[in-house]
């Protein structure tokens, strides 16, 4: 994650949106997470310093969560972003 905030120093972003990767029907990673918004095995709904990200799916469950990064578990089908933070 600090390679990530250097970038937007150089750039001149003072805040990142979630980045993640999901895995081929294994779950996901995702960087930024400043808050777990809501948690269900159907949706988890997470806050980034800009913007939430809803990520939707069967069996979802939680990795680990520290630093900003999450790691999801289970069949991820979408994530979707709903909009600038509060």
């Known amino acids: 994650m ?7 120093r150089v750039l ?4 990142f949106r979630i980045h993640y990767t999901v895995v081929d029907g294994r779950g996901g990673y995702f960087q930024n997470v400043v808050r777990l918004v ?3 095995e ?9 913007g939430r990200v809803r990520v939707e799916g069967t069996g979802l469950s939680l990795g ?3 630093a900003g990064d999450l790691v999801v578990r289970g069949r991820i089908r979408g ?7 509060e």
């Open 64 to 66: 680990k969560y520290e």
């Open 79 to 85: 994530v979707f972003c709903e909009g600038e933070g």
């Open 12 to 15: 001149g972003a003072e805040a």
């Open 38 to 40: 809501s948690f269900s």
């Open 42 to 50: 159907e949706a988890i709904v997470l806050k980034g310093r800009k």
């Open 2 to 8: 600090e390679f990530l905030r250097e970038v937007g």
